[in-house]
């Protein structure tokens, strides 16, 4: 792989972004999921289960790329997979 370039203020800012917009939309998550009873947990983690997998991995040999956002990320050492 070729060397990592530096990130730009304007890069690492863009990221922290994303990190707290993550950040907040997990703490709403938690909020709603404590503001429930246990039966209520319990029959929305069956109903998740018997949904099956919201993201859906790769079939067994299927090669797909990752979104651009990741590459640069890469690139810009913000991120290692």
């Given amino acids: 792989m070729a060397e990592a370039k530096r990130a730009s203020e304007r890069d690492k800012e863009h990221f922290r972004k994303i990190g707290r917009w993550k950040a907040e939309s997990h703490r709403i998550a938690l909020e ?3 503001a429930k009873s246990p039966s209520e947990r319990l ?7 018997l949904r099956g997998p919201y993201f859906p991995g790769p079939a067994a040999g299927d090669e797909t790329e990752r979104p651009p956002i990741y590459e640069r990320a890469e690139r810009l050492g913000l991120y290692r997979t």
Avoid: F, I, N, Q
Wanted: glycine share 0%; net charge negative; charged share 10%.
């Fill in 32 to 34: 709603e999921h404590l």
């Fill in 43 to 49: 029959v929305a983690a069956l109903a998740m289960t």
